[in-house]
């Protein structure tokens, strides 16, 4: 099995084999969370028009989505799993469009399947694709709005590969470089009301979910996640 780690839309687009896309700040770990939460399923819209054209073409939708992190106009929920785990979704179709993860997701034609990457899930999402002996899987950090490296995406990136290969990461060092990294000092600035510190632990709790999120095509046509 190879295993490639690559970037942003161009990566995904490029990206070959089983294709992980990930983006732990917020976009997937959200996606876990609306599933816990009772979500029927998720659409991953790029742009911001099509998801409220979807939200109202269909019933029992809820719109989540961000630009530079803070809710879109519109929008019932913004991209935050503590904003999710206050919210009843049961039965509820979400429609969601993000900065970085969302992009990835509909960018990633020439991939044989495209999993959704967080931490909350990563354990299981190595588990299925070693279950599935792809001949390369191919590992997409989508970074911050997709066009800069981030530490939380790199580590996870590193983190599911050392699964891949049997090797156990050290998870409480990972979170410890997290809480140290420019990269989630957003959630620790009392200024950034979009962002609030229990994201963080909500994002880095690792392997705290069994389940794996797969992009496939609905009776519509969209692009959704379902549980695998």
């Known amino acids: 099995m190879e295993i490639i780690k690559t970037d942003f839309v161009e990566g995904a687009r490029e990206a070959q084999g089983i ?27 790029a742009k911001v ?31 935050s799993p503590s904003e999710v785990l206050a919210s009843d979704l049961r039965d509820k179709t979400i429609v969601h469009s993000t900065h970085a993860g969302t992009q990835g997701i509909v960018s990633a034609c020439a991939a044989d399947q495209v999993l959704t990457g967080a931490l909350v899930n990563a354990a299981a999402t190595a588990r ?16 911050l709005e997709a066009k800069y490296q981030t530490d939380e995406d790199s ?15 050290d998870k409480t060092q990972l979170v410890n470089h997290l809480l140290q990294s420019p990269c989630s000092q957003r959630f620790f600035d009392p200024q ?17 979910f069994d389940f794996v999120l797969a992009a496939t095509r609905d009776q519509s046509g969209d692009l959704s996640l379902a549980k695998v």
């Open 19 to 45: 294709v992980v896309i990930i983006d732990v700040f917020r976009a997937f770990s959200v996606a876990c969370y609306c599933f816990s939460q009772g979500a029927k399923s998720v659409i991953p819209v």
């Open 155 to 169: 580590l996870c990136a590193d983190y599911i590969e050392a699964l891949l290969l049997g090797r156990q990461p």
């Open 128 to 143: 299925y694709i070693l279950q599935q002996q792809p001949q390369q899987v191919t590992l997409v950090s989508m970074g």
């Open 49 to 79: 028009q099509s998801a409220l054209e979807i939200a109202g073409q269909r019933e029992n939708t809820v719109l989540i989505g961000e630009r530079k992190g803070i809710r879109l106009a519109g929008f019932d929920l913004g991209n």
């Open 192 to 208: 950034r009301k979009e962002s609030p510190e229990a994201d963080f632990y909500h994002c880095t709790d690792i392997d705290c």
